[in-house]
Nanobody, 126 residues
């Protein structure tokens, strides 16, 4: 079983930056793909970015391409989401999630993920 804990959220002005961290405990998730999702009030949860188990493959939602970067440090059992040029529409609760199948690539579908963190709030003011 993997427990995921997100941190790094907060309040930032439009144009600013934040770095979210997803830390795993319980066991390593160095062999598992990880994704970041977000959910704004009244909206469905949506895919933001994903990274394969090795870090060699990443994918992004069109809305964040060029602004967000996902990365991982398997020696620290941690995945990061660097968010630059933030916009008010990026305001949401951000969740990290992991796929239980080993040596997997990231998926944009929330249904493929087996482990979820509790989320961290990101608020971007205009």
């Amino acid at each position: 079983q993997v427990q995921l804990v997100e941190s790094g959220g907060g309040l930032v002005q439009a144009g600013g930056s934040l770095r979210l961290t997803c830390a795993a405990s319980g066991r390593t998730f160095s062999r598992n793909a990880v994704g970041w999702f977000r959910q704004a009030p009244g909206k469905e949860r949506e895919f933001v970015a994903g990274i394969s188990w090795s870090g060699g493959s990443t994918n992004y939602a069109d809305s964040v391409k060029g602004r967000f970067t996902i990365s991982r440090d398997n020696t620290k059992n941690t995945v990061y989401l660097q968010m630059n040029s933030l916009k008010p529409e990026d305001t949401a609760v951000y969740y990290c999630a992991a796929i239980s199948m080993c040596f997997s690539t990231a998926s944009a579908s929330a249904r493929d993920y087996n482990y979820w963190g509790q989320g961290t709030q990101v608020t971007v003011s205009s």
